[in-house]
């Protein structure tokens, strides 16, 4: 099968788990709580969320709510709020960025579509280096509706 690539030519990417390791952003993300909650009471929890997270823990951010000191200095939802909106700490996957980089420079076309909140998303995007090379960029909150729609 030969596939034609030309001026009108469009390659649409996904971003989680396409472009970077979504299981990078989980981790930065709980990286992220466990600095700001050493900042705020002293204790460093990055290795109980990581034990939750190995383990399969249904409620991790419930799990640790019940820790010593958690709950007097945050909610549920601010540790949704610090996970989901923290600027991550993730890279392209093996190849993502010489592919990216190689379409670019033959003027092919690109698209990216993800489902998320929209800071988070791109959050990611700037963290990773790669809005410049996408148009558009669709993100299913900005648009009011999620993929495949």
């Known amino acids: 099968m030969t596939i034609k690539i030309d001026s009108s030519t469009v390659i649409v990417f996904d971003l ?3 472009l970077y390791h979504e299981e990078d952003f989980l981790l930065s993300g709980f990286a992220s709580i466990a600095k700001h909650l050493e900042s705020e009471i002293g204790i460093d929890y990055l290795q109980n969320l990581l034990e939750w997270h190995r383990d399969r823990a249904e409620d991790i951010f419930g799990q640790l709510l019940k820790e010593k000191g958690v709950v007097e200095c945050l909610s549920k939802q601010n540790l949704l ?3 989901r909106f923290h600027t991550p700490a993730i890279k392209l996957s093996r190849g993502a960025k010489a592919l990216i980089e ?8 690109m698209a990216l579509i993800t489902d998320g909140r929209s800071v ?8 990773l280096g790669v809005e410049k090379y996408f148009d558009p ?3 299913s909150e900005e648009l009011g509706t ?4």
């Open 16 to 18: 989680d788990d396409t």
């Open 81 to 83: 709020d610090l996970y």
């Open 102 to 109: 190689a379409l670019s420079k033959a003027s092919i076309r």
């Open 120 to 127: 988070t998303q791109r959050n990611k995007l700037q963290a």
């Open 137 to 139: 960029i669709v993100i």
């Open 146 to 149: 999620g993929k495949p729609d």
